[in-house]
């Protein structure tokens, strides 16, 4: 939304083309339990940027996934029911990130997920109130869905942050330069109030016959069995770069290229957000801001945002650093815990193979429905491998789309002058 209302405020004519059904993203996603789905208000943060996205008259498309780029300036997206075909002269990437899981013995149990999955269950209208939920992983996450759901009556027995007390404290420390995300730390504590916090934590095993029972943690090297009704993992986030991969975007360390000005390494394609580095929603915002200026023409503008992106830009290094996984947590899977869960490959079966191409081949690993979205990033910490292409469709998508015959013809939107 920031590089939309950017571009569009200085001439560009601008679409945004959003795969959620509301724009917002994961941030600022509302409950549905809090009006009907046209009514529904906006989270105060993100107000302004809808109020500015509106003013300039922004063309919207929510609910539609980007997953084919047929010939440079061309991409393909679906909605629910049709086929879509966008045309642009340039274009920005805001594809967001997921959530990192490490697999270990019972993590495919009913009731064990994503920490932003089951937030995001919840403001969809999962009910929770009364619910033990023991929250584990690592990063910033784990305490901010451990308020929402505390706010939505679950009961937090445990939190479980595999981070070592002393990489939190050097943490802690680094964000005196900001006091804004301290404020936001102390209000989160206080939300929590009551919750056991734990460094040098992690999961061992989730337990259960037919749905998660309880789960089985290490915590200062000592094992501790919890019931829970849900275990909400999550270790740290992993940059969505699949479309920029497809679209030819060079990758270093992880993240996607980008110069000062928000340009990938192909002409006419900025990328801004979390796919050039976990930083949270205020640099997502500054480098929304740098792009949208960038696309329009408008560099002078752009680098007098420079200094407030690039102090943003820090906190990013000190998460890496104080969040980064430990060796430990590579000796959670057993031999015959399963890694790729849509094909049911186990880690003894993946380490018959020395490549990411050759356990593709020969066990299907990451030709699920996820795509190896989920064993991708588990495969990348235990194995060291990395994926070595991307291939349309980069999202699971009906024959019918592929077959580009979802309508008689398909709806054609030309964005002249600009962005998608």
């Known amino acids: 939304m920031a590089a939309a209302a950017r571009a569009a405020e200085n001439g560009a004519h601008v679409a945004l083309v959003d795969d959620n059904p ?36 922004v063309e919207t498309f929510s609910g539609m996934r980007v997953f084919h780029q047929p010939e440079p300036g061309v991409l393909h997206a679906e909605s629910a029911d049709s086929l879509h075909e966008y045309r642009y002269e340039k274009l920005i990437l805001a594809t967001g990130a997921r959530e990192r899981f490490l697999p270990f013995p019972g993590w495919t149990l009913p009731n064990v997920m994503g920490a932003g999955g089951l937030q995001a269950l919840v403001k969809s209208g999962l009910p929770i109130e009364g619910k033990r939920v023991v929250i584990a992983g690592t990063g910033p996450l784990l305490l901010a869905v451990a308020a929402y759901l505390r706010q939505h009556g679950a009961k937090i027995p445990q939190i479980c942050e595999q981070a070592s007390w002393s990489n939190l ?18 209000q989160l504590r206080k939300e929590i109030s009551g919750a056991r916090f734990s460094a040098n934590s992690w999961p061992l095993t989730a337990n259960g016959r037919d749905k998660l029972e309880s789960v089985t943690i290490l915590r200062n090297g000592k094992s501790e069995t919890i019931p829970c009704d849900y275990l909400a993992c999550g270790f740290h986030l992993v940059p969505n770069l699949e479309l920029p991969l497809l679209l030819g975007c060079q990758i270093q360390c992880g993240t996607v290229q980008v110069d000062d000005l928000q340009r990938t ?15 949270g929603v205020e640099l997502a915002l500054a480098e929304g801001e740098v792009a949208g200026l960038a696309a329009a023409n408008r560099t002078d503008d752009a680098t007098k945002l420079f200094p407030q992106r ?15 996984l430990r060796r430990e947590l590579k000796n959670l899977a057993t031999p015959e815990t399963l890694v790729c869960r849509c094909e049911d490959v186990s880690l003894a079966r993946l380490r018959r193979h020395t490549s990411w191409r050759e356990a593709k081949l020969q066990t299907r690993c990451g030709m699920g429905p996820c795509q190896g979205r989920i064993c991708g990033p588990a495969t990348q910490f235990l194995l060291k491998w990395n994926p070595e292409s991307v291939r349309p469709p980069i999202y699971p998508s009906r024959l019918e789309s592929l077959a580009g015959v979802a309508t008689p013809e398909p709806e054609y939107s030309e964005i002249t002058g600009g962005l998608k």
């Open 310 to 324: 690039d102090k943003l830009r820090a906190f990013v290094r000190v998460l890496d650093k104080t969040f980064r």
């Open 265 to 279: 390494t192909v002409q006419n394609i900025y990328c801004a957000g979390e796919p050039t580095g976990i930083g």
């Open 169 to 186: 404290a050097s943490f802690g420390l680094s964000l005196l330069k900001q006091p804004g995300k301290i404020i936001q730390g102390l």
């Open 22 to 57: 509301r724009l917002g993203g994961q941030i600022w996603r509302t409950s549905s339990t809090e009006s009907s789905s046209e009514e529904r208000p906006w989270p105060t943060a993100s107000a302004k940027w809808q109020a500015r996205v509106q003013a300039v008259k």
